[in-house]
Each structure stands twice: as structure tokens, then as C-alpha cells.
């Protein structure tokens, strides 16, 4: 293990698992490059084999602001995540992750296998005080003025009773105040209506909570939002489940592919429509950048003792230089600190409520 040695001055130094992904190291590399031309505050630190990633950073002149940490393991996207475990120490991913727990970097970037990720991350830099499940958030494009709403749990953990719920809430106000500069964010749970009468036991108990807790917290709890709130300018934070937060987030990703190709269909059917859209180029630029997944691509891991993004596994150098961008904004901000503080912040009776809850199966 490296001697742990603190980032330099000024600099945000971001640790990248170079091996992971759809696309190979080469995608990775050229999306680090990417980076740097906007962001020369960055320093990265490079994990993997350095036979193959020592050409890719010297084409690109990376050398001097890239140092390469010789991994020869690769965690395949198809693993399971136990498996992993058992070579886990000599793999790209364990040894990123590692740079962050010994505070040599600020943050990790992976684009590799979400599960193994989601465990390393746990085993390495483990759970916030208080926090039960970590969570998994995205950025969601929305109607709000500065583009974009967040949304957790996307993915981590399938499951969330009340008590998840809850630290969701605080954890994703806490990312939208950090990560999209939302003084006051105003927090919704996801449910199939907005009436206070509808849906599960687990999701009528967390809306009492968050509701109670909102005044002293720093956010307005909007109550119950529906699907299609997501992307609407009704809410900043939307909480809600792993398994209905990643159906929506593949649903929304496949809705945003299939608007693309029938704009590309409907403007080259005929030469008519070709000269449409020739003239209306600009504006269908504007909208693909707007409804581009590239932009947003990272889900940021919520609740762990370090800021872990999850970039997509099928990243381009686009969206794996937006994702290196996430990362940096939110060391940038000292984002797990403040997250840490946050969760702590909860009052004791607040917890004590919470707890007596799930003994019970009983409001207090």
C-alpha cells in the first residue's frame, strides 16, 4: 500500500480506475484528457496495467499531471460482486478506491461492474455514522433553471423502509445544495399520487418524518410526487427505492434514445425535411446537448467516508470527462464532510423516533 500523503495545494486530485468499462482505457484516458483542457486544477492518479496505459496517457501528454499505479487485476463488467471479493486487493477498481481511503485523492471514478463498485466502496471507505444503506444519485434533466433535478436511490439496494427514506432525503438535499449550488432545496417522494393517503406503509411513515424534520433541516418537503414530476420544476430531490429508481433512470435514458432517433427519421424522410433541418440546426443542437446522457453521466454514492462516482459503463470520453467534472465539483466542496455533518446533524429524538418505528411497525 502506497504511504498516504495529502493532495497538493490548490489541486483536486481524482483517482480513476482506468480498467473498467465498455469502451477499454483508451476511452478513459482520452476523456482525462478531455478534462484537463477545461480543468488544469486537476491531477489524476491512473489505475491499472501500465503497459497499456503509459502509450494512451504519453499520446495524449498527460505525463505530467498523471501518475499511473501499476494494477494488473481488471474487475470484469459481468462479475458478481462476492467474486470479486476474493481477488478484490489486486484489481484496478479496489486500488482507486484505495487512494481515496488514504486521502492521496478526493474522489474515485470508475466506469466499471456497479455492484462490485457499490461493495469495495462500502468495504474500503465504509458507511457514514447513521447511515444504514448507502444510495446511489443521479442528475436528472428537469425543467429548473439550472437544468437538472437529482434523484437516489438509483440503484444501490433494492430496498428502503422508512428510516432509508429519510437519510435519502437528507443526503440528497445535501447533494443538491453541494453539487448544483441549491441553497434551499425542496424535497419529494416518489409515489404512484401525490394524496397523503396513498401508497406503501414505509412510504406514508417517511413522508410524516421528512415533513417534521424539514423546517430544521434546510429544505421544503413538497410531500408526495409522481413520475412525472421528475423532470419538472416542482421539486429539486426526489427520493425513492433502488428498484423503482433505476427502472425510471433506464426508462428515462431509453425514452431520451428513442426521442434522438425519431427527430434523426423525422428530418431526413424527404429533401424537404433535410432543408428543415439545415435551418433549424442550431436549435436541434441545443437539443441534443440538452437531452444528451453524456452530460449527466455519473451517479454519485451517497453515504460512504469518501465521494465515489459511478460513471456509465458504456462512457465515451464525453461522458467519462463529465463524470471526472462531478467528481472534482464535489471535492471541490468538501461534499463527504458536509454529507457526514449532515447526517449527523439529525436530532437524537429524531433518531430515537426512527428506531422505535421499526420496532413497533408503529407511529410514535
Not at 428515462?252 to 423525422?266: K, P, Q, V
Request: hydrophobic residues 45%; aromatic residues 4%; proline residues 5%.
Amino acid at each position: 500500500m502506497p504511504e498516504t500523503r495529502a493532495p497538493e495545494a490548490g489541486k483536486i486530485v481524482i483517482s480513476v480506475d482506468a480498467m473498467g468499462g465498455d469502451m477499454g482505457p483508451a476511452a478513459v484516458v482520452a476523456g482525462l484528457a478531455k478534462s484537463a483542457a477545461k480543468n488544469p486544477e486537476i491531477r489524476f492518479l491512473l489505475h491499472g496495467a501500465r503497459p497499456v496505459l503509459a502509450p494512451l496517457v504519453a499520446r495524449r501528454r498527460l505525463d505530467g499531471i498523471c501518475e499511473i499505479r501499476d494494477v494488473p487485476g481488471t474487475v470484469r463488467m459481468d462479475e458478481k460482486p462476492r467474486d470479486v471479493l476474493k481477488r478484490g486487493q489486486d484489481t484496478s477498481m479496489w486500488s482507486a478506491l484505495e487512494a481515496v481511503k488514504t486521502g492521496e485523492a478526493q474522489a474515485c471514478v470508475s466506469c466499471g461492474n456497479t455492484g462490485a463498485l457499490m461493495l469495495l466502496s462500502v468495504m474500503r471507505l465504509r458507511k457514514i455514522e447513521g447511515v444504514s444503506r448507502p444510495a446511489i444519485a443521479c442528475l436528472w434533466p428537469s425543467r429548473n433553471p439550472g437544468g437538472f433535478n437529482v434523484m437516489l436511490d438509483v440503484g444501490a439496494d433494492i430496498k428502503a423502509d422508512a428510516r432509508d427514506l429519510v437519510q435519502y432525503a437528507l443526503m440528497g438535499m445535501s447533494y443538491a445544495r453541494n453539487g448544483l449550488g441549491i441553497d434551499h432545496p425542496r424535497v419529494g417522494i416518489l409515489n404512484l399520487g401525490t394524496e397523503e393517503h396513498k401508497g406503501r406503509a414505509e412510504l406514508k411513515e417517511a413522508h410524516d418524518m421528512v415533513a417534521g424534520m424539514a423546517p430544521n433541516a434546510g429544505f421544503d418537503f413538497v410531500g408526495f410526487v409522481e413520475g412525472g414530476d421528475i423532470p419538472s420544476d416542482r421539486v429539486d430531490v426526489i427520493v425513492t427505492d433502488g428498484f423503482t429508481g433505476n427502472i425510471a433512470l433506464k426508462t428515462g435514458e431509453g425514452t431520451a434514445s428513442l426521442i434522438r432517433d425519431f427527430l434523426r427519421e423525422a428530418f431526413s424522410a424527404t429533401p424537404l425535411s433535410r432543408i428543415a433541418a439545415l435551418l433549424a440546426i442550431t436549435s436541434l443542437k441545443r437539443l441534443q446537448k440538452r437531452i444528451d446522457p453524456r452530460r449527466v453521466n455519473g451517479g454519485v454514492f451517497l453515504g460512504l467516508n469518501g465521494t465515489v462516482v459511478k460513471s456509465h459503463g458504456s462512457a465515451d470520453a464525453t461522458g467519462v470527462a463529465a463524470a471526472i467534472k462531478l467528481a472534482s465539483t464535489l471535492a471541490k466542496s468538501r461534499f463527504a464532510e458536509r454529507l457526514a455533518a449532515r447526517v449527523a446533524s439529525v436530532p437524537a429524538a429524531r433518531q430515537d423516533a426512527l428506531h422505535a418505528e421499526d420496532e413497533s411497525g408503529q407511529k410514535q
